[in-house]
């Protein structure tokens, strides 16, 4: 045979590089790669499944991790408290991992346009998108402080020392004291007290000391990164702080260029912001554990006290912690598995990402009472005086425990960028799922989106550098990512389960994944799943809701209590993203009738067809499906061509 011949590798059915042989004079024709996603997809996908791991993991291991969870097991019974924890994340926080990455992946879809599934409730995802639209307006302003630390550190490390190291600064008062005796947890007038499962939950505060004294990373905090000290109250913000105005318009932009090609460049930068924290924890560690005073801060730590199991407060702790950590119910779960190829084992990936996520809550306790171990030794107090969770911990007691080392700027700088990648790989995932939910509903291109919401957000964020900032952030902290989400998960649980029936969801799963129904352990994996998602885990998410709400304390910052008019208005943040799906439920039935009297009737009468699955749910099946048999036909015609040119 005289034609010119040349070798293309194309992709068989099992996955693997295949060679044919292809006649380009005879016939022009090029045999593309076959994969299990069309290359067409506009909404594109990851490109390997380690970027999407890495994502999660991303976003589950945020800030809670490091600042609250060490101080949760301390004070709940140390080694003990990861009973409770342990049996939070075996019926609650992976159950709806689970659910939450099966049910992006199957549909392919961001959280609004998925609710095909049943589009009488499409207001769960209207839900899920003011709530991560709150979280991620508030969080980039922590990000922010962390910027401004950053930069404070390098811009000292001529001097050797920090700045928050001494007093006598222009921001000191007289109060500032360097003095052992009157350093106290208790007195970080940065800790917030929250309400139950905000990401400062947990804090206490007090302006001064029993005796009048401050220490010099407090008032640094306070009086010169924040100046709150300049406002009284919410109704009084006052004026603007510049630098940390600077600091959140760098966070944004930050934000801005990583996502800048969607999913493609977010994939890339996973790699840095999942694993640097790792490196950053174990040269923390390493260095924490050669200190004096550290083997008792971590016998501190993981001292188990058995008794503590019998309080009630201890299993709702280990409860909202599992809920809040693993962030389900925002919707990122649900965007970040919907880049994922169809047939990817959502179960393997659930289990990894909820374990590690935990595992590295646990080993960042070692690594914080290692350092508080060595504090209490250097400021000759014991270990329950310097222990404190939340911004407390990060921006005031563990920059003191900092400012006592030699070389304290490196110490800090390594700190402060750990706690900058944890950060920004949350929000990452949190404007991923905002620009990606808006696009997927309202067919808008991805890039005017990204830098719509990334300017009206810096812009709302403003507000939130003024003196009286902090006010402002405590609020949204407590009122949009807590009560909302345990009310949009556990409807968002009860409507898959119940009304499209969790079986039918269960076999979506098996036929998605490739399980043969033949399996001897298919059977009994499908009946537990089965039972936890219609009655374990809503259960479960009732009891938080519950425990949330009789633990609820009006909102506080320090000695400051809020007003009234501003509880209401927390209050009233909280109510319009739940608002959201009673809201659509009867827009939906008025749009149907006409009127929504008359629509009862035919409700009652004829409601299956109000919650049926539309057709477009299931789609991305059928694409999957119809790939695999395109590709099948082009590997028989190839294999045709090759048999031909032989006997040629």
């Known amino acids: 045979m005289g034609a010119m011949v040349k070798q293309e590798d194309v992709i068989d059915e099992a996955g693997e590089n295949t060679t044919f042989l292809t006649d380009d004079l005879d016939r ?65 926080g992976l159950p709806l991992f689970y659910f939450e990455l099966s049910l992006g992946q199957y549909a392919k879809s961001s959280p609004i346009a998925l609710w095909s599934i049943c589009p009488l409730f499409k207001g769960v995802g209207y839900s899920m998108l003011l709530i991560v639209t709150g979280i991620g307006l508030y969080y980039n302003v922590i990000v922010s402080w962390i910027l401004y630390y950053l930069g404070a550190t390098i811009y000292s490390i001529g001097t050797g ?161 599992i809920f809040f950590s693993l962030g389900p119910c925002w919707g990122s779960l649900i965007t970040l598995s919907s880049y994922n190829k169809f047939n990817n084992n959502t179960f393997r990936d659930a289990v990894f990402v909820a374990t590690a996520n935990c595992l590295t809550s646990f080993f960042a306790g070692f690594v914080v009472f290692s350092f508080l171990g060595f504090m209490s030794q250097s400021l000759k107090t014991d270990i329950q005086s310097v222990t404190v969770s939340g911004p407390g911990l990060a921006f005031v007691v563990y ?16 700190f402060f960028l750990m706690l900058l990648t944890l950060g920004l790989g949350t929000q990452f995932s949190i404007m991923e799922t905002i620009t990606r939910t808006v696009c997927d ?35 949204l902290d407590n009122h949009t990512g807590t009560f909302p989400a345990l009310v949009t998960g556990m409807v968002e649980v009860l409507v898959v389960s119940w009304i499209y029936t969790s079986q039918r969801f269960i076999e979506d799963i098996r036929r998605m994944v490739g399980w043969s129904k033949d399996s001897w352990w298919y059977k009994p994996f499908s009946l537990y799943w089965n039972g936890m998602w219609r009655i374990v885990t809503p259960s479960l998410l009732a009891i938080i809701l519950v425990a949330s709400a009789i633990g609820y304390k009006p909102l506080k910052l ?32 008025w749009s149907e009738g006409g009127n929504l009297v008359p629509r009862m009737s035919v409700v009652v009468s004829d409601w299956r067809k109000l919650i049926a699955p539309l057709p477009s749910w299931g789609k991305a099946e059928r694409e999957f499906v119809q790939q695999r048999q395109t590709g099948a036909e082009h590997l028989h015609f190839n294999h045709y061509l090759f048999a031909g040119f032989y006997r040629t």
């Open 28 to 92: 022009s024709i090029r045999i593309s790669r076959i994969n299990d996603e069309t290359q067409t997809n506009k909404r594109g996908s990851w490109d390997n499944k380690i970027e999407f791991l890495f994502s999660c993991l991303s976003f589950a291991v945020g800030l809670g991790n490091v600042w609250r969870f060490p101080y949760l097991c301390y004070r709940n019974g140390g080694g003990a408290f990861l009973i409770p924890y342990t049996l939070n994340l075996i019926f609650t």
């Open 399 to 414: 920059p003191e425990a900092i400012s006592l080392l030699p070389i304290s700027p490196l110490w800090s700088m390594l």
């Open 441 to 475: 509903t309202w067919d808008v291109k991805h890039r005017t989106v990204l830098s719509a919401s990334c300017l009206l957000m810096f812009l709302g964020g403003l507000v939130m550098t003024t003196n009286g900032g902090m006010y402002i952030l405590t609020m």
């Open 558 to 589: 320090g000695d400051y209590e809020y007003p009234m008019w501003a509880n209401c208005v927390a209050w009233a943040i909280s109510g319009l993203s739940m608002a959201c799906i009673p809201l659509l439920v009867i827009i939906s039935l």
């Open 161 to 321: 020392t920090v700045p928050w190291g001494s007093c006598g600064n222009s921001w000191n008062t007289e109060n500032c004291s360097q003095s052992l005796e009157h350093f106290s947890a208790e007195n970080v007038t940065s800790s917030l007290e929250a309400g139950e499962g905000g990401l400062f939950e947990g804090q206490s505060s007090n302006a001064t000391s029993q005796a009048g004294r401050t220490s010099p990373p407090e008032e640094y905090f306070e009086r010169q990164v924040l100046q709150l000290h300049l406002s009284p109250g919410i109704d009084q913000l006052y004026g603007m702080r510049w630098e940390l105005c600077g600091c959140l318009l760098a966070a944004w932009l930050i934000v801005y260029c990583t996502l800048l090609k969607g999913v493609k460049s977010l994939g890339k930068a996973v790699y840095f912001t999942a694993l640097f924290p790792y490196f950053i924890l174990l040269l923390l560690l390493v260095k924490g554990l050669t200190l004096p005073g550290a083997m008792d801060g971590i016998y501190f730590y993981i001292r188990p006290d058995f008794d503590k199991l019998w309080e009630i407060q201890v299993w709702a702790d280990a409860a909202m912690q």
